[in-house]
T-cell receptor
Framework: DTAVSQTPKYLVTQMGNDKSIKCEQN?????MYWYKQDSKKFLKIMFSYNNKELIINETVPNRFSPKSPDKAHLNLHINSLELGDSAVYFC?????????????FGEGSRLTVL | DQQVKQNSPSLSVQEGRISILNCDYTNSMFDYFLWYKKYPAEGPTFLIS?????DKNEDGRFTVFLNKSAKHLSLHIVPSQPGDSAVYFCAASAKRYGGSQGNLIFGKGTKLSVKP
């Protein structure tokens, strides 16, 4: 019963394809996030949702579209994949939007675009 | 434009000794700082945090020190144990930073190896 679970853990695909990564949290948290860890190892926020409402949308290509069907789920859909999208994507959740910010992370989904 | 910098990519320490991991930041708006620990193939897990109104926070073997004038924080682990071997990320946030509340800015991490 992992607190924040994301699937798949590994994803290898061709350029131009569309793929999704799913995330679920069973902590009862109101806020969920997607972070990207690129080849330089930086962890950067992409999106955050609070109670199914988009709160943060950093400078991310609009090929990336988050979808939150309910507050326990935040899925990431990526259209027309590019080589530069190869990274590890982490889903996370927190109790609220306060910046006293303990985030609970999933294990990560390693995306490789060939 | 790295607002949170961890200049040491790796650190090796003998078991039982002190590990000191350093972090520098540039944005004076940051008012909350956190350390996360990450094992391979796992997500980061929260370790310890400190508010800018304090200069020290201690939790068991882990102590975080904040020097606001130097825009520097450090994580001390005493005594270090082999199980502490992991990548440690420093992160910072600001309540009114860019209107994006909840946005943690992470450093690149320091890989700590504790040798038996």
């Amino acid at each position: 019963d992992t607190a924040v679970s994301q699937t798949p853990k590994y994803l290898v695909t061709q350029m131009g394809n569309d793929k999704s990564i799913k995330c679920e949290q069973n902590l009862g948290h109101d806020t969920m996030y997607w972070y990207k860890q690129d080849s330089k190892k930086f962890l950067k926020i992409m999106f955050s949702y609070n109670n199914k409402e988009l709160i943060i949308n950093e400078t991310v290509p609009n090929r990336f579209s988050p979808k939150s069907p309910d507050k326990a789920h935040l899925n990431l859909h990526i259209n027309s994949l590019e080589l530069g999208d190869s990274a590890v994507y982490f889903c996370a959740s927190s109790q609220d939007m306060a910046n006293t910010g303990e985030l609970f992370f999933g294990e990560g989904s390693r995306l490789t675009v060939l | 434009d790295q607002q949170v910098k961890q200049n040491s990519p790796s650190l090796s320490v003998q078991e039982g000794r002190i590990s000191i991991l350093n972090c520098d930041y540039t944005n004076s708006m940051f008012d909350y700082f956190l350390w996360y620990k990450k094992y391979p193939a796992e997500g980061p897990t929260f370790l310890i945090s400190i508010s800018s109104i304090k200069d020290k926070n201690e939790d068991g073997r882990f102590t975080v020190f904040l020097n606001k004038s130097a825009k520097h924080l450090s994580l001390h682990i005493v005594p270090s144990q082999p199980g502490d071997s992991a990548v440690y990320f420093c992160a910072a946030s600001a309540k009114r930073y860019g209107g994006s509340q909840g946005n943690l800015i992470f450093g690149k991490g320091t890989k700590l190896s504790v040798k038996p």
